[in-house]
């Protein structure tokens, strides 16, 4: 099955009620290939999956006003069922709140919040069991890659979730490069492609290979109107997950890399 172009817009912790809302506005009044709008047949290849994520606060307001063929995705859960763990946001209210989406294991939530592989894994787990979709990220350091393990961190990381997910449907994986994060520094589309295919791989090795033919695996890190296009075009790149560039309206034009032939 052909995988679905997927583009994410990572909000992260930024905007105010005014802020969120014009950004809304520019997504509802984009023309861009997407689901309900084309709808047929012969142009299914050429859609793709768009999914917001703006902090938890304005999921609600951003969930009623964005435009029915795009779709809502919270940037983190608790582990497990809710209850007293202050200030965390239980998989069970996206639930309630019919949001379907969650990212889990962003780096800055490994990095500054010392979440590990399991917590990770976990999590990714927990969420899963609950149906929500999950946008599940991995990535190296600029360290770690001048040290040559990218693959072994990223395969640790992919392990730790596979080893507790059996339903793959509803995973996407994200791949991005802790130093290309928020750093003007994209990957190359080459170094892209290198990780995305090394990661295919070890899905197919590991897992299995309709698994690893069928799940999406997008890039982040610097990813912005400019840069897109050659990057959509690598064979393994699937979409992307966006950080600064999902607030302004050349998201647009990343969404619409969806149509760019593969090399
Ligand atoms: O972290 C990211 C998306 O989750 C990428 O952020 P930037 O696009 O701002 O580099």
């Known amino acids: 099955m052909a995988r679905k172009f997927f583009v994410g817009g990572n909000w992260k912790c930024n905007g105010t009620t005014g802020e969120v809302k014009k950004i809304v506005t520019t997504l509802n009044e984009a023309e861009v290939p997407s689901e309900d709008v084309v709808g047929s047949l012969i142009l299914f290849f050429w859609v793709a999956e768009v999914v917001v994520s703006p902090p938890f606060v304005f999921l609600p307001l951003v969930k009623s006003l964005l435009r029915s063929d795009f779709h809502v995705a919270a940037q983190n859960c608790w582990v497990r069922k809710g209850g007293a763990f202050t200030g965390e946001i239980s998989a ?63 395969a640790a ?4 979730i596979a080893d507790k997910v059996s339903n793959w449907d509803n995973v996407v994986f994200a791949y991005e490069p802790v130093w290309a994060i928020g750093t003007g520094k994209v990957a190359t589309p080459a170094q892209a492609q290198e990780v995305h295919c090394e990661l295919r791989k070890w899905l197919k090795e590991n897992v299995g290979a309709e698994i690893a033919a069928s799940t999406r695996i997008i890039y982040g890190g610097s990813v912005n109107g400019a840069n897109c296009k050659e990057l959509a075009a ?11 560039a999902s607030l302004k309206p050349e998201f ?8 760019v032939k593969k090399n």
């Open 92 to 154: 069970e209210m996206l639930v309630n709140l019919g949001i379907p989406w969650v990212i889990l294991g962003h780096s800055e939530r490994r990095a500054i919040l010392n979440e590990s592989n399991d917590f990770v894994g976990d999590k990714v787990a927990y969420a899963l069991s609950l149906g929500l979709k999950v946008i599940a990220c991995i990535g190296e350091t600029l360290e770690q890659r001048e040290s040559g393990s990218t693959m072994a961190v990223v």
């Open 157 to 160: 990381q992919t392990k730790a």
């Open 234 to 244: 690598q064979r393994d790149v699937d979409g992307f997950l966006v950080g600064g």
């Open 252 to 259: 647009i034009d990343i969404i619409k890399s969806a149509t």
